[in-house]
């Protein structure tokens, strides 16, 4: 008997994202769980769960909650919030859960076994003790501020992702009381105990105790004269999601200021308790703090792992990955003596694929732009850069050598809108000109350019990337530089930096895919090409890397490619809608999630073209808010040999890998690829690492000298 074929419209062919994003956070986990690797860096994998599900419920949860209180369903066919919701709750239990058992079970006998211990206070030697007291008396002590709850006194309000302790206290009529005691988050988390503070013991053994801990056996000197009758912590998350207004704000900036100040007082949507806690203190905490019992989560060990990550600073090589040197890629290793950076990409253009190549091409790319007499202007893109960055300084250095400067600051960039606030202001101070982004559209496009005077004529040279100007986060991600001399991407950049801070409203564009102008067109018609090419025989095919899969349409389209034969492989970090391996649907398709020492971030898009390959690369990812409601950047590879390389060394070690790669099941969980027998070994972030360090001869840096007159 035959079976009908499912619609494309059915909604079982689509998982729910939020739903999937949790399956991210548990292969996050895995690599925490993961024996094989060195302590500190499952340490860091821990912390980094604990991250993420924070944001997790700032955005997603309290979005969800929004639409619950609303009355609203964002979406047809989808689960409705409410279902969401329960559905997210068995999940976000068993991750927290896991989280800390593989602390307390696995991780912290390790550690101690080589001499870095986790204790409590209780445990410490009474000579142990006196110098934790110590330390509260002499740091800790002074930063408390002890807030009453009575009936003269109104409940305190709680700053979201502060960790609290809730004390109750008897006075001398007998009478009990409820006091809050924040924990200094500006404070060492995790306080090393020795014979003076973070010092080592005697027996040359590190020991930690949480803040908290110190604080809750030193409350008498907060409450003197009064008993100590219980106390329990508590940690509290808000909704973090600022919506910036659609229509024309007067002052962007401003706005977006007031938008991170309410942020610390959204509503609550999750409050994290010690399992221990007895129920008239969480009476008292739902009530004032206006929960339910479904926001509760109920916790065996420390509130917030994020915290873990100070143990990273410990200076233990053998309990950390083997750090890696980044090279300088062959494009611009070979400087002759009146060469700079412009003439190498002027040569050839060239690639970088951090953190296996270093970043300081890119720095130098602008620190040279700054001081070449030559350089009439640089125009730029900022998403998120950090703190003390590089990029920025070169940019002011670029003004105050009068260069024309005009940088356009994302203010929406979730969690980094103050230091871009402060860059912004910066900038603007030193007479940058300084655009802030476009009203119901996110700047997420990654892109410089730099216009120079070459004789008679003008020259543009262009820096695109998948990844942010950050130097720091460019030695912890996989991205892709790409830095060209091409006339027509520089006429693009040129038509795109128009669009960006003028009123320009450009629709062509010759190289570059642009969103939400051109590019999910241009990606639809790179697919239904190789729908074609199979329809005609001629065996198409596609590799798509890319951090989420959410967008139905995108979605609805690989199915159709599927069903006609193409063979996709989908290589998605993080959240999949898409269920592969559906007979008649998506049998065609294999989707792969790589997690490893390495943040996955860069996006290429490979179509096999019957053989006239083509390879894209931008900061897109495949969901709607990329395609739509952001301006993005994406761009072709013309290089035979950078197509080869991102072809050959970067896909196929990526399709290999049967280490750190899960494989995603019909029904939206994961397996971890495992090495068949005989088969060889592949770990791709190791591979490519090794392939890097094979691949050039080291050398002292020489990008960042000064140019003069006599080198051009």
């Not at 009476?283 to 509760?296: A, C, F, G, Y």
């Not at 890119?362 to 007499?373: M, T």
């Not at 006429?491 to 409203?505: K, P």
């Not at 967008?551 to 809608?577: E, H, T, W």
Request: with cysteine; net charge negative; glycine share 6%.
């Amino acid at each position: 008997m035959s079976v009908e074929p499912l619609s494309l419209d059915d909604p079982s062919l689509y998982l729910n994202r939020e739903l999937s994003l949790l399956q991210f956070q548990r292969r996050v986990l895995e690599e925490a769980q993961d024996p094989r690797l060195p302590l500190l860096e499952r340490i860091k994998f821990l912390a980094i769960v604990s991250s993420n599900l924070n944001e997790f419920f700032m955005v997603r949860v309290a979005g969800l909650l929004d639409q619950v209180a609303a009355g609203v369903w964002e979406g047809s066919g989808e689960m409705p919030p409410s279902e969401q919701l329960k559905s997210i709750r068995p999940e976000v239990d068993e991750l927290m859960a896991q989280s800390r058992e593989c602390l307390q079970d696995e991780i912290e006998p390790g550690l101690a076994e080589r001499d870095i211990r986790v204790v409590s206070y209780g445990d410490l030697t009474p000579e142990q003790k006196a110098s934790a007291d110590a330390y509260f008396a002499e740091s800790v002590f002074p930063t408390l501020t002890p807030l009453a709850f009575d009936p003269g006194r109104p409940f305190p309000h709680i700053s979201n992702l502060s960790l609290n302790l809730a004390v109750v206290i008897r006075r001398h009529d007998g009478a009990e009381r409820f006091a809050r005691v924040k924990v200094p988050s500006n404070m060492p988390q995790l306080v090393r105990i020795g014979p003076k503070p973070y010092g080592r013991s005697a027996n040359g053994e590190l020991v930690f105790v949480w803040l908290e801990q110190i604080i809750a056996a030193n409350l008498r000197l907060l409450f003197p004269g009064l008993q100590i009758i219980e106390t329990h912590p508590f940690h509290v998350t808000r909704d973090a999601e600022m919506a910036i207004q659609k229509i024309e704000a007067d002052d962007l900036l401003e706005t977006v200021a007031e938008g991170v100040k309410r942020r610390r007082f959204g509503s609550v949507v999750r409050l994290c308790v010690s399992s221990d806690m007895p129920e008239h203190i969480l009476r008292v905490l739902k009530r004032n703090l206006e929960i339910t019992e479904q926001d509760v989560y109920r916790l065996n060990g420390p509130l917030a792992l994020n915290r873990l990550m100070e143990l990273i600073k410990i200076d233990r090589p053998d309990l950390k990955d083997t750090a890696i040197v980044p090279r300088i890629p062959p494009g611009l290793k070979a400087f002759g003596k009146d060469e700079n950076i412009f003439s190498a990409v002027d040569r050839q253009d060239i690639l970088l694929h951090h953190p296996y190549d270093s970043f300081e091409p890119v720095v130098d790319f602008l620190q040279q732009a700054a001081r070449d007499p030559d350089v009439l202007a640089i125009k730029m893109t900022l998403y998120r850069v950090g703190r003390d960055s590089p990029v920025v300084k070169a940019l002011l250095e670029a003004q105050e050598n009068h260069k024309q400067v005009a940088v356009l600051v994302e203010l929406k960039a979730r969690f980094d809108e103050e230091p871009n606030m402060e860059w912004a202001r910066q900038l603007e101070d030193e007479g940058v000109h300084v655009v802030y982004g476009l009203v119901g559209l996110k700047i997420h496009s990654k892109i410089a350019m730099v216009v120079r005077q070459e004789g008679s004529r003008i020259r543009r040279y262009v820096h695109l990337s998948t990844g942010n100007y950050n130097a720091v986060t460019a030695s912890l991600y996989t991205d892709i530089g790409f830095l060209t001399a091409d006339e027509e991407i520089g006429e693009d950049a040129t038509r795109l930096f128009n669009y960006l801070t003028g009123y320009a409203e450009e629709h062509h564009y010759q190289k570059l895919l642009v969103a939400p102008v051109s590019l999910r067109e241009r990606l639809e018609a790179l697919i239904e090409r190789e729908i074609e090419h199979q329809h005609q025989g001629r065996q198409g095919r596609l590799i798509l890397k890319t951090n989420g899969l959410v967008d139905r349409r995108m979605i609805k389209l690989l199915y159709r490619a599927s069903q006609a034969g193409v063979k996709c492989d989908l290589l998605v970090r993080g959240i999949c809608c898409l269920r592969p391996g559906i007979p008649g649907v998506s049998d065609n398709i294999r989707v792969i999630s790589v997690v490893g020492r390495f943040l996955e971030h860069s996006r290429i898009y490979y179509f096999h073209n019957a053989g006239d390959e083509e390879v894209y690369l931008g900061s897109a990812d495949l969901m709607p808010r990329n395609l739509n409601f952001r301006v993005e950047t994406v761009f072709p590879v013309r290089s035979q040999a950078i197509l080869r390389y991102l072809r050959d060394d970067v896909l196929e070690t990526y399709l290999a890998d049967n280490m750190r790669a899960r494989i995603m099941q019909s029904h939206g969980g994961y397996a971890r690829a495992i090495p068949l027998e005989g088969e060889k070994v592949v770990d791709s972030q190791a591979t490519l690492i090794e392939r890097a360090g094979k691949s050039e001869v080291r050398r002292p840096k020489l990008l960042s000298r000064p140019i003069s007159k006599g080198w051009l």
